[in-house]
């Protein structure tokens, strides 16, 4: 069964949906390829320095590993601050990442930033949130993404490796990342880190995201928090997609499932072994089960 899942997931990476939506995309161009092959050489490192300037105290950043549900949260937050809807330009222009930051409108009470990042910690953060999902939740959803983008060519018992030695992009492997937020000063010294767990969200939006606004310190009515919600389902961020396609979108889907616990049929248990001995005490510390007794 497990071996069946495994293989319609990878030949459903392979496949283009452009027919099913009856739009030809555009597909990755030469410049975005190559920025992120050198994303993983010692070039980023001058890079990393020079786009940790500029910011000020009452900014907040937005933390996470890539594929960890971060457009989603995005898109409801925009929602809740401004009152507008979210569309990937809108939200792009909002909330900037590092190096174009210094554009990024202030929505925050004292003129603060909501600024993203996928780095990770760095001590120039302050304040900042930071969303974290199961790393073989994260592992499936990069696979596929990667695969869409003609960026990882090989079979998913490669790129499990690959993952776990930090070598599909240039953030380092999810579990050093996790363990660099987690053991940061500001989570030790300071009230100044949220922690947000995606499968929480996901559960309870309601809840998890009227937590987000308090530790932004945005007073916040239930009518507009339900919109918010209510605004960015699947089904409506998948139309926003369709509407502005993105780099995925010309091989599958930027906007997944979000699927929770999908690993539990689409990794096989040597797959699940690696991935414990490697990541479980990283599982273990945001309380996700790890797939083998310990």
């Known amino acids: 069964m497990k071996e069946e899942s495994r293989k319609t997931r990878e030949t459903e990476a392979r496949t283009t949906s452009d027919h099913d939506r ?40 937005f933390g996470s590993y890539p594929r960890s549900g971060s457009t ?5 937050i925009f929602e809740i601050l401004t009152g507008q809807e979210a569309t990937f330009e809108a939200v792009r222009a909002a909330f900037r990442g590092l190096g174009s ?10 003129g ?10 760095q001590s120039e953060y302050k304040k900042a949130m930071y969303l974290v999902r199961d790393g073989r939740d994260v592992l499936l959803s990069e696979y596929a993404y990667l695969k869409a983008l003609g960026r990882f060519h090989g079979e998913l018992d490669e790129f499990v490796t690959a ?15 996790v363990s ?19 499968e929480d969200l996901r559960t309870d939006p309601e809840q998890e995201f009227r937590r987000i606004a308090d530790f932004l310190g945005v007073r916040l009515e239930s009518a507009r928090l339900r919109m ?40 096989s248990p040597n797959q699940l072994r690696m991935i414990d001995e490697f990541a479980g005490n990283t599982l273990l510390r945001l309380d996700y089960p790890v797939s083998s007794p310990r």
């Open 22 to 61: 009856g739009t030809k995309r555009k597909p990755e161009s030469a410049y975005r390829r190559l920025r992120y092959e050198l994303s993983k050489t010692w070039a980023r490192g001058p890079l990393l320095r020079l786009r940790h300037r500029g910011f000020n105290s009452a900014d907040v950043f």
């Open 72 to 76: 989603w949260s995005r898109f409801t």
């Open 101 to 110: 930051h210094s554009k990024a409108p202030p929505l925050l009470p004292g």
């Open 112 to 121: 603060g930033r909501f600024l993203s990042t996928h780095e990770m910690y």
């Open 163 to 177: 993952f776990l030695h930090g070598k599909v992009n240039g953030f380092g492997s999810w579990q050093r990342h």
């Open 180 to 198: 660099s937020w987690l053991d940061s000063s500001l989570a030790s010294s300071t009230s100044n880190l949220l922690l947000v767990r995606f």
């Open 228 to 267: 918010a919600i209510a605004n960015n389902s699947l089904e409506r961020m998948r139309a926003k997609e369709d509407l502005s396609p993105q780099g995925a979108s010309v091989r599958g889907r930027f906007v997944r499932s979000g699927s929770v616990q999908k690993w539990r049929t689409e990794l």
